[in-house]
T-cell receptor, first 114, second 108 residues
């Protein structure tokens, strides 16, 4: 099946610990995204990548880091500098076919602080 | 100022009602626009793209006003199954920004 796979579904972080959220896609999409969603709120852009070895900061990049070494993979690291990391994290990739554009989302990772 | 702003809602309407959502964006260079639907604790799904000429898909109509920098979504004859959060999305060179979402509850 083609799609976006996020793992793990649930993740717990201890104080001062870095954790990495995985995002893999087999859709051959160039652009990939990480969003954070807090309860009752919309999606806020953390980072996005338009192509391998490129990434751009979104609205709330502080305390996060990403890499894009392969087209299929866009992992997000939540560093100890992110003081309030508890949230629902969504990864997406973007299909572009002519004038048609669409984001494909993974099923999300719920990160909680112990 | 946020890049994308939406009516905060929530909207509580009876079945059969017509409901409209508005969204404004700050970057006049934005190229493409969308409405997504999100059910509780699920990933958002594309409802429809928004074109300059306006577009309709069944009970749903989307409009774009570039001069005033806003997009709208109209839902006619609302159904119980339309209950969800509606998110507007604005794209500028692959920078895809979401509004905060408007919660709609359709009641019997």
């Amino acid at each position: 099946d083609g799609g976006i796979t996020q793992s793990p579904k649930y993740l717990f972080r201890k104080e001062g610990q870095n954790v990495t959220l995985s995002c893999e896609q087999n859709l051959n999409h160039d652009a990939m995204y990480w969003y954070r969603q807090d309860p009752g709120q919309g999606l806020r852009l953390i980072y996005y990548s338009q192509i391998v070895n490129d990434f751009q900061k979104g609205d709330i990049a502080e305390g996060y880091s990403v890499s894009r070494e392969k087209k299929e993979s866009f992992p997000l690291t939540v560093t100890s500098a992110q003081k309030n990391p508890t949230a629902f994290y969504l990864c997406a990739s973007k299909m572009v076919q002519g004038t048609n554009e669409k984001l494909f989302f993974g099923s999300g990772t719920q990160l909680s602080v112990l | 100022r946020k890049e994308v702003e939406q009516d905060p809602g929530p909207f509580n309407v009876p079945e059969g009602a017509t409901v409209a959502f508005n969204c404004t964006y700050s970057n006049s260079a934005s190229q493409s626009f969308f409405w997504y639907r999100q059910d509780c604790r699920k990933e958002p799904k594309l409802l429809m793209s928004v074109y300059s000429s306006g577009n309709e898909d069944g009970r749903f109509t989307a409009q774009l006003n570039r001069a005033s920098q806003y997009i709208s979504l109209l839902i006619r004859d609302s159904k119980l199954s339309d209950s969800a959060t509606y998110l507007c999305v604005v794209n500028n060179n692959n920078d895809m920004r979401f509004g905060a979402g408007t919660r709609l509850t359709v009641k019997p």
